[in-house]
């Protein structure tokens, strides 16, 4: 039982530069969340979703896309990367956030 | 603002003695309260939760205690080296769009010397 796979685990981009970032969970949780985590800073939530087709902003979510087409996957997309969102990405699923997320391992981004 | 509170950044204990750590919240909204816990270089990983209404919850060596106005605990009895690790409140509620979120604390680093 993988969990919660977060694809790729380090990722240097340039600035300007578009990517995604993976998440897939096989626990056919509903609820799904991006958080990233920053020194000093805590988690902060960029988006989330409570189902497939269902997405919302979560307290970061300026320069960030994220699509939710099926339950399993839920890939986070920088538009134009920035240094400013170098950071530690976490993908998590729920099957309600009252029961607790199980996280991903995340995934390390440095924008130069 | 912050709506979680953990004003203690870090807490040093010696080993098999009692761990405590501190969260506080500002929104009486809330209805679900859960801490996590997070080695470095590792995604969080869910510890223990309580519901607003409940004033305790136990498993195993944690215990949440919810007995203080906007004020809850964690307790860790007895405390172990392996338990050194950020420790992070978080608290759940029911938004506008019927819709529930997490809104965490900045996290309490534990440190449990042998």
């Known amino acids: 039982n993988a969990g919660v796979t977060q694809t790729p685990k380090f990722q240097v981009l340039k600035t300007g530069q578009s990517m995604t970032l993976q998440c897939a969970q096989d626990?056919?949780?509903?609820?799904m969340s991006w958080y990233r985590q920053d020194p000093g800073m805590g988690l902060r939530l960029i988006h989330y979703?409570?189902?497939?087709?269902?997405?919302d902003q979560g307290e970061v979510p300026n320069g960030y896309n994220v699509s939710r087409s099926t339950t399993e996957d839920f890939p986070l997309r920088l538009l134009s990367a920035a240094p400013s969102q170098t950071s530690v990405y976490f993908c998590?699923?729920?099957?309600?956030?009252?029961?607790?997320?199980?996280f991903g391992s995340g995934t390390r981004l440095t924008v130069v | 603002d912050q709506q979680v509170k953990q004003n203690s950044p870090s807490l040093s204990v010696q080993e098999g003695r009692i761990s405590i750590l501190n969260c506080d919240y500002t929104?009486?909204?809330?209805?679900?309260f859960l801490w996590y816990k997070k080695y470095p270089a590792e995604g969080p990983t869910f510890l223990i939760s309580?519901?607003s209404i409940k004033d305790k919850n136990e498993d195993g060596r944690f215990t949440v205690l919810n007995k203080s106005a906007k004020h809850l605990s964690l307790h860790i009895v007895p405390s172990q080296p392996g338990d050194s690790a950020v420790y992070f409140c978080?608290?759940?509620?029911?938004?506008?769009?019927?819709?529930?979120?997490?809104?965490w604390g900045l996290g309490t680093s534990l440190a449990v010397n042998p």
């Open positions: 929104n009486s909204m809330f209805d679900y």
């Open positions: 979703s409570v189902g497939a087709g269902i997405t």
């Open positions: 309580i519901s």
């Open positions: 978080a608290a759940s509620a029911v938004n506008p769009g019927n819709n529930r979120k997490l809104i």
């Open positions: 626990m056919n949780h509903e609820y």
């Open positions: 998590a699923s729920s099957r309600a956030p009252e029961y607790g997320y199980t």
